[in-house]
DNA sequence: ACCTTTCTACCGACCGGTCGTTAGATGCAC
DNA sequence: GTGCATCTAACGACCGGTCGGTAGAAAGGT
């Protein structure tokens, strides 16, 4: 089981239970158990076990952004960029499903530096994707839209496969990707997006937090 | 800031803190203060920490479902009815984002029975969007797809609102559930959505977890 | 009206247990 | 024997939860 390196096993128990379990509820001596150590010797490894998430984001988050660049290289055209872009986010998502999931779930255990170092990172990863919208719609290619909502509804949507993606599932993940891309570029391509929104005509229709449901 | 029932007090200074600080990192003495009262008086209210947010769990899904029983009361046509739903599915999000938040964040916190039961809510309400999927598709209006995948991306996408949303922010509810309205109908309704994944054409295109990176 | 009992809502003190972390000794490879 | 990797042992802090008790309002009998 072990892959050499002590150090990397740590890691990867950690993926697996933080993965499974959460953050808080994974404990120093969960991980020493899973790595087959006392839970002293961790600190050998890793100064803390903020330390240790960290880390494991802040790989994830420079290969994530590693690999949108390279799968964007030599291809040309807006929407084949944005397909290109698409395909990548989802497919890293579903092939380190784990890793991911964590990134999306555990932010809150960093100290507010890390917590900052990999919001930076996420927002530079998100600046590409907002810059492909952009060029898009200034090509005529999608329509006028907010960029930001945008780019959100594509990530988060692409990010949401890593809760529930069983890599024993019905569905391969190229396909699942395909699903993906063709829903966002469908979504982008037509006129009907726009933020006119002088047709609403309605009251109230959520209950209030903590209220009694009541309509209109 | 309380009104009336101590019990309705520790459960909003619940749903506070437990959206900013998260279910785990909250701790009864954190609520006992926001609340005003000494930590054991909490468990005259509730049995433990975790009914507490079985509670606040319970009632946030009720009142979801609720709501988009409600609005779907009364509209007739499929693509109605689907800008409907995403529209009630967003409204409700974004109007108790907090409580969304939680529940969509803290599953992890409730025993395995609690846990089954939330569960079972949610996908009670998954199947009346799968139900909206199915017609529209049978009826042409809709393009054939994968139902369940579908499902996932509409809800998912709504619902990531409440991780961002902030109340003061450039745009309001209405206008954000208005693009996802759109952006949502457009990508199911064109003909272009398949699981045709036979022009896939690629390798590797993801660095496996703890991996370096390396691409083709 | 009076006294007694019950109930509500809370308090201060405390418990066993677990947490993340540290200090210092030990084995082992070179 | 030098240094790396791991060990045993322990630390203080804090956690969720329990306990016995209590002030005061309400209920009930006579």
């Known amino acids: 089981m072990p892959s050499g390196h002590m150090k990397e096993t740590i890691k990867s128990v950690a ?16 991980l ?4 087959g ?10 100064a803390s076990k903020e330390e240790l998430l960290f880390h494991i984001l802040e790989n994830t988050m420079d290969d994530l952004t590693a690999c949108l660049k390279t799968n964007l290289e030599n291809v040309a055209g807006v929407e084949e960029r944005m397909r290109a872009a698409v ?9 380190r499903q784990k890793e991911n999931f ?12 890390h917590y900052q170092d ?14 492909l919208i952009r060029e898009g719609s200034d090509a005529g290619v999608f329509a006028p839209g907010d960029v930001k909502i945008l780019s959100y509804a594509i990530l988060t949507l692409c990010t ?3 809760t529930w993606f069983k890599p024993s599932g019905r569905l391969t993940i190229d396909e699942i990707a395909l699903i993906y891309e063709n829903f966002i570029i469908n979504g982008l391509k037509m006129g009907t997006i726009d933020s006119d929104a002088s047709n609403l005509k309605n009251g109230r229709t959520v209950p209030l937090e903590n209220k009694k449901y009541n309509v209109k």
């Open 118 to 131: 990999i919001v930076k990172k996420r927002d530079r990863y998100e600046r590409i994707f907002q810059e």
């Open 32 to 35: 020493a158990r899973g790595s």
């Open 37 to 46: 150590i006392q839970k002293a010797s961790i600190y050998y490894h890793y």
């Open 160 to 162: 949401a496969g890593a």
């Open 102 to 113: 964590i990134a999306n779930s555990e932010l809150r255990g960093l100290t507010s530096e």
């Open 87 to 95: 395909r990548s986010h989802v497919r890293f998502h579903l092939e």
């Open 15 to 30: 993926i697996d239970l933080f993965f499974k379990k959460g953050y808080f509820a994974t404990s120093i001596s969960d």
